[in-house]
């Protein structure tokens, strides 16, 4: 775990989050750094499904996030998929098929879902890491510049403390 918190804080550190006021701003910069759009989407996502998807095409990552859930959430969402992108998430497991992805997403254009190649299920240890990432990352652009003072011991501590909120995964359905 404390592996796993230390490699999200040197992508997070490479970011230079300072220069961007939120997740939105940031993706942007990201995008060019990698010279690979990323396109941001409010979807209705299925119920079922999870809250944030990341879709890796040819030339383009998506990062799909549910519409009807807080804005604040929704920025939690789509760092969390960001990090799930700058792992390299989804190498192990099976890919999505184009039938499940169009029932998570009905309002997704069929030629994109056709080009989906690289999402996968991901691994406990993935979603994980996801979230601390995102938790770092949050941190770290909600912290007055002026104030930034490295890290103090708390900072690791309250991380790993929320990470039993997964943020890709709803809570299971207790009528089921
Ligand atoms: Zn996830």
Same mark, same amino acid.
């Given at each position: 775990?404390?592996?796993?918190?230390?490699?999200?804080?040197?992508?997070?550190?490479?970011?230079?989050?300072?220069?961007?006021?939120?997740?939105?701003?940031?993706?942007?910069?990201?995008?060019?750094?990698?010279?690979?759009?990323?396109?941001?989407?409010?979807?209705?996502?299925?119920?079922?499904?999870?809250?944030?998807?990341?879709?890796?095409?040819?030339?383009?990552?998506?990062?799909?996030?549910?519409?009807?859930?807080?804005?604040?959430?929704?920025?939690?969402?789509?760092?969390?998929?960001?990090?799930?992108?700058?792992?390299?998430?989804?190498?192990?497991?099976?890919?999505?098929?184009?039938?499940?992805?169009?029932?998570?997403?009905?309002?997704?254009?069929?030629?994109?879902?056709?080009?989906?190649?690289?999402?996968?299920?991901?691994?406990? &240890?993935?979603?994980?890491? *996801? @979230?601390?990432?995102?938790? $770092?990352?949050?941190?770290?652009?909600? !912290? /007055?510049?002026?104030?930034?003072?490295?890290? &103090?011991?708390?900072?690791? *501590? @309250?991380?790993?403390?929320? $990470?039993?909120?997964?943020?890709?995964? !709803? /809570?299971?359905?207790?009528?089921?």
């Amino acid at each position: 775990m404390r592996r796993t918190y230390r490699r999200c804080e040197a992508l997070v550190d490479d970011l230079d989050v300072s220069a961007s006021s939120d997740v939105r701003g940031l993706c942007r910069r990201v995008a060019e750094q990698r010279g690979r759009p990323i396109h941001l989407e409010a979807v209705p996502l299925s119920p079922e499904g999870p809250y944030g998807l990341w879709i890796s095409t040819a030339r383009t990552d998506y990062i799909f996030f549910e519409e009807r859930t807080s804005p604040f959430h929704q920025e939690h969402i789509i760092a969390h998929e960001l990090g799930h992108m700058l792992c390299r998430h989804g190498h192990a497991a099976a890919p999505w098929d184009a039938d499940s992805l169009h029932t998570m997403l009905p309002a997704l254009d069929p030629g994109v879902v056709g080009q989906v190649l690289h999402r996968r299920h991901y691994a406990d &240890a993935e979603e994980q890491e *996801a @979230e601390i990432f995102a938790s $770092l990352l949050l941190q770290r652009l909600s !912290r /007055p510049v002026s104030g930034s003072v490295g890290n &103090a011991p708390s900072e690791a *501590a @309250e991380v790993l403390e929320r $990470l039993d909120r997964s943020l890709c995964r !709803r /809570p299971a359905d207790p009528t089921s």
